[in-house]
């Protein structure tokens, strides 16, 4: 099966521009996960979808992070405008929704480097 | 509140066994599970545990899971140089679905 497709893999804008990332999860996973990953820490969730409706959102900046899943499939997250603290890896991972062990599967990330 | 622990680095030589521990600190957790990190690539599932289990073993990877201390362990068997990445420790509670991930473990192998 395909795995979890993110563009762009590396992207560096200057601070106050914005930036957008793309996620295409596995084809029938109903649930969404964006992640951020500073470099030298473990991976924190800022938003997770079931279907096109938002699950958890407590960890993501919505005065300048934002992000929709439009028809519950592709998903984008943007953030404007960016600060240098955002400079990180972007994972975004996808599973089944329901009971039991569903695995997560993580896409490879989009580098982003505000300068 | 929901947290996860690990040491941050693990330096063994080649063919011996690798233990990386983990702490956290939500007791409703249903699964806990590794992943290995590779420079430059996105996280890939190792193995996972569910728990009411307190071993599990997948070939050369061994987790042990003791609830009450609520610590978790990785332990890998003749530890080779392509094992060398970052491995995180991650839990998942039982609403919600969202992986706690620890802050990694940095495992060097040397020849």
């Known amino acids: 099966e395909a795995g979890v497709a993110q563009s762009p893999r590396y992207k560096i804008i200057e601070k106050r521009q914005s930036v957008a990332f793309w996620c295409n999860p596995i084809?029938?996973?109903?649930?969404l996960y964006w992640y951020q990953q500073i470099l030298g820490q473990g991976p924190k969730l800022l938003i997770q979808?079931?279907?096109?409706?938002?699950?958890?959102d407590s960890q993501l900046p919505k005065d300048r992070f934002s992000a929709e899943r439009l028809k519950g499939v592709d998903s984008t997250l943007k953030i404007q405008p960016a600060k240098l603290e955002d400079s990180a890896v972007y994972l975004c991972?996808?599973?089944?929704?329901?009971?039991?062990?569903?695995?997560?599967?993580f896409g490879s990330g989009t580098r982003l480097t505000v300068v | 509140g929901e947290d996860v622990e690990q040491s941050l680095f693990l330096s063994v030589r080649e063919g011996d066994s690798s233990v990386i521990n983990c702490t956290y600190t939500d007791s409703s957790s249903t699964y806990l599970y590794w992943y290995k990190q590779e420079p430059g690539a996105g996280l890939q599932l190792l193995t996972y545990?569910?728990?009411?289990?307190d071993m599990k073993q997948d070939q050369r990877l061994t987790v042990l899971l003791n609830k009450k201390d609520k610590h978790l362990s990785l332990r890998i068997a003749d530890t080779q140089t392509g094992d060398s990445a970052i491995y995180f420790c991650?839990?998942?509670?039982?609403?919600?679905?969202?992986?706690?991930f620890g802050q990694g473990t940095e495992l060097s192998v040397k020849p």
């Open positions: 991650a839990e998942r509670g039982p609403q919600g679905g969202k992986l706690i």
């Open positions: 979808f079931q279907n096109n409706g938002v699950v958890d």
């Open positions: 991972a996808s599973s089944l929704p329901q009971g039991g062990n569903y695995g997560y599967t």
């Open positions: 545990i569910f728990s009411n289990m």
């Open positions: 084809s029938g996973h109903a649930t």
